[in-house]
């Protein structure tokens, strides 16, 4: 008989299949990745939507509860790699630290940047300061313990291996496939200056953050997809709770308007390609690829060697952001070629359109007018149908 208390208490409260566990796992994990992506990033970190008190106290809980994050650490950390991103003051960016650091140490970053005060103070505002966060959510192992007390009485040591998970499924997930993969591997929509990417199309596993190259290109977008064929799994809960009155949208990404009836750069074609100007980078290296291509042929058979993934890096780079080896030997490989020489220094230009403050509007839709003219007589037909389609943008 005691033998028999004994192993019920063992076993839990709830005597699951083995299936149910995993179903759990998944269904807990998942809200704490929800949490993450809504609550922390797009909330707090980019304020690109409004929460009701009710979803943004739950949120707080179930953090504190699941992770033991604190709400100002995560928001001071995320906004600085926005800040410094690629650069040795980036917390965790794998073209510095490497893919296998950040990937598989990424929470041991994150946890040493937590300890910077300076990141904390000049990152970290607007974030809860309330007696909650003070006195109860601040004592980050209360949670995580209580977390496993729970996941015991529940389902006795199979909630102990679901407590495990939860434990790493942040670090691995976050941490790790995001800040790592996400700066390393997949496809890029946008140019931004960094090299963020969309790991996969389908925003359902992390909660939307697979599609990080979309987020760098716009960061304060409360919806991370982009694309018809993209999805965003976090978008569909904030719509929801937004449907119920609990969140209010700030800002999504604008989408790309056309006037095919204008033949001249005006105001509004220089405020769009300076919305757009990602986009505008992205679309003028997937427009001059052919052309680079059978550039490169010809360049092979004239016994010049060219490297096809540095030239694609190349035009997808800003010329600051190269290595100062590689950048000699870009210049070995544009002295031989004065189509590929042409595309790179057009490309300059057109970036250089938004980089110039200091113009006025007037100067800058001059500037405009003037690339677009020299890019329909450079003779290059990929540049010419390029330049036609970028004076038709409102």
Known sequence: MWSGAWSGALSGVFDLPWWGYIVY???????????????????????????????????RFWLWLTTGML???????????????????????????????????????????????ETMERYGYGTPDDWLERHVYSHDRIGVSSLLVLNFILFG????????????????????????????WGYRNFQPEDASRNVVPW???????????????????ARLSNRWYEFDIGWLYIRILETLGLAQVKKIAPQLKLDTAKTRCDLSTLQAVVTHRYEVLAKYAKSLRRTCTEEMRELKAR???VDGAALKR??????????????????????????????YAMREELAAVWQRSSASKEQLVHQLEDWCRRAEASGIAALQDFSKRLRCYA
């Open 25 to 59: 796992a998944l269904v807990v994990t998942h809200i704490t990745i929800a949490a993450v992506t809504i609550f922390l990033h797009r909330h707090q970190a980019h304020r690109a939507l409004d929460l009701h008190p009710l979803p943004s106290h739950f949120f």
């Open 71 to 117: 709400t100002k650490t995560w928001t001071a950390i995320h906004r600085k790699h926005h800040a410094k991103c690629e650069t040795k003051e980036d917390p965790h960016s794998p073209q510095i630290f490497g893919i296998k650091k950040v990937f598989w140490e990424g929470a041991e970053l994150y946890r040493q940047e937590g300890r910077n005060k």
């Open 303 to 305: 016994a010049v060697s």
């Open 314 to 343: 190349w035009l997808h780079i800003d010329a600051a952001a190269l290595p100062e080896q590689e950048r000699a030997r870009r210049d070995e490989v544009l002295n031989h070629s004065k189509k590929l020489s042409t595309i």
């Open 157 to 184: 040591f199979a909630g102990i291996a679901i407590w495990a998970v939860q434990m790493i499924w942040i670090p691995l997930f976050a941490a790790g496939v995001v800040n790592g993969i996400g700066h390393y």
């Open 203 to 221: 925003g359902i596993l992390i909660g939307g953050e697979e599609l990080h190259n979309n987020h760098h290109a716009y960061a304060t977008s």
